[in-house]
């Protein structure tokens, strides 16, 4: 309601809206796979899921994900090991960046009014998954095509 043309959110408020889908911000040490979450408003399709491994390409999937959607990601990104890998400290941290997918994706999929979001410098290691910055974007939402199908 702040901002009914749209725009950046402030640092604050994208950091308290993903408190409210279990997301916290804080310091993240060196190491780990180091990758960026996010997630988009397709005109067409609808929210995608976003997973960027450093300075190589992305991967994404439409939200919302379910767990087998989110290893997929994690697997075809090349981040880390699916949770379900036989290392069990890369499975941990695979496990933590797919709880932070799933999470990302019921937020893209309960609010379309966000057009853009990026989780920057997301850590996953074997001692879990961090978040060091946030950058939220909205947009008022365009009248939905009635003939586009969407899964809710």
Known sequence: ???P???WLEHGQAAELLGCYG???EPVTAGGSQVIVGATE???FGPLVVLRPGSAGQAARLAPLTGADADELIRSAGVVSAPSGSDGSRAAGAAGLRDILLRVSRLAADLPEIAELDLDTVAAAPWGVAAVGVRARV???GQA???L???R
């Open 1 to 3: 309601r702040r901002k």
């Open 5 to 7: 043309g749209g725009g």
């Open 23 to 25: 997301i916290e911000l």
């Open 42 to 44: 397709d005109p067409v």
């Open 139 to 141: 947009a008022p939402c």
């Open 145 to 147: 095509d009635p003939f």
């Open 149 to 151: 199908h969407r899964l």
